[in-house]
């Protein structure tokens, strides 16, 4: 059963402008994290936002965590074409289960 | 050595067939994971192992096996499997505790049952 649901499913902007994708969960969470996965390879770690965290950076990425509304948005700033790729956040309900289930994903292609 | 290595990258087997998918890391992780993905799908939660010992089994079928012989290697034994099994199976690994849940992924094996 997937925890997340993701949106847009697929995202298709001009290199330079800034992407957004968001995340809804339904149960609630220790913490959220966003992956990306380039076609058809393992997934790479980004960024981890706890729960009492609202907001987070890391060079050209900025996460939003709102936990009343169960939702989280990362932000792509300034993107390139190798910033192509599946994005999917992944959460843990309950510290020390390590139980993290995927959300839907968004396939974000950046156009040179 | 932040790698986890799995191997085969791509198997074919037939549905009589008994095969093993393998993973290595050689960072310390003491929590160990199997995920398959299908195409345009995210990653499905399999197995957890911590500290050798099975965690969370999905309700996965038992034609699907999987074995944690050591803390740094995570095998999946397959057999009797269905065409539909047929995706990319992929291993991860993370810290216990005092860590940042950060999972770190394998590259994958890519399976496609006849």
Same mark, same amino acid.
């Given at each position: 059963?997937?925890?997340?649901?993701?949106?847009?499913?697929? +995202?298709?902007?001009?290199?330079?402008?800034?992407?957004?994708?968001n995340?809804?969960?339904? $149960?609630?969470?220790?913490?959220?994290?966003?992956?990306?996965?380039?076609?058809?390879?393992?997934?790479?770690?980004?960024? +981890?936002?706890?729960?009492?965290?609202?907001?987070?950076?890391?060079?050209?990425?900025?996460? $939003?965590?709102? $936990?009343?509304?169960?939702?989280?948005?990362?932000?792509?700033?300034?993107?390139?074409?190798?910033?192509?790729?599946?994005?999917?956040?992944?959460?843990?309900?309950?510290?020390?289960?390590?139980?993290?289930?995927?959300g839907?994903? $968004?396939?974000?292609?950046?156009?040179? | 050595d932040?790698?986890?290595?799995?191997?085969?990258?791509?198997?074919?087997?037939?549905?009589?067939?008994?095969? *093993?998918? @393998?993973?290595? /890391?050689?960072?310390?992780? !003491?929590?160990?994971y199997?995920?398959?993905?299908? =195409?345009? @799908?995210?990653?499905?939660?399999?197995?957890?192992?911590?500290?050798?010992?099975?965690?969370?089994?999905?309700?996965?079928? *038992? !034609?699907? *096996?999987?074995?944690?012989?050591?803390?740094?290697?995570?095998? #999946?034994?397959?057999?009797?499997? /269905?065409?539909?099994? *047929? =995706?990319?199976? #992929?291993?991860?690994?993370? !810290?216990?505790?005092?860590?940042?849940?950060?999972?770190?992924?394998?590259?994958?094996? !890519?399976?496609?049952?006849?």
């Amino acid at each position: 059963s997937q925890q997340g649901e993701e949106d847009p499913q697929a +995202l298709s902007i001009q290199e330079g402008e800034n992407a957004t994708m968001n995340c809804s969960y339904k $149960t609630s969470i220790n913490n959220l994290q966003w992956y990306r996965q380039n076609s058809g390879r393992g997934l790479v770690h980004l960024i +981890l936002i706890r729960s009492n965290e609202r907001e987070k950076h890391s060079g050209r990425l900025r996460v $939003t965590l709102d $936990t009343s509304k169960k939702s989280s948005s990362l932000l792509i700033t300034a993107s390139r074409a190798a910033d192509t790729a599946s994005y999917f956040c992944a959460t843990d309900r309950t510290s020390g289960t390590y139980k993290y289930i995927f959300g839907t994903g $968004t396939r974000l292609k950046v156009l040179a | 050595d932040t790698e986890v290595t799995q191997t085969p990258k791509h198997l074919v087997m037939g549905m009589t067939n008994k095969k *093993s998918l @393998k993973c290595e /890391q050689h960072m310390g992780h !003491r929590a160990m994971y199997w995920y398959k993905q299908k =195409a345009k @799908k995210p990653p499905e939660l399999m197995f957890v192992y911590s500290y050798e010992k099975l965690s969370i089994n999905e309700s996965v079928p *038992s !034609r699907f *096996s999987p074995e944690c012989p050591n803390s740094s290697l995570l095998n #999946l034994h397959l057999h009797a499997l /269905q065409p539909e099994d *047929s =995706a990319l199976y #992929l291993c991860a690994s993370s !810290r216990i505790g005092g860590g940042t849940g950060e999972l770190f992924f394998g590259e994958g094996s !890519r399976l496609t049952v006849l």
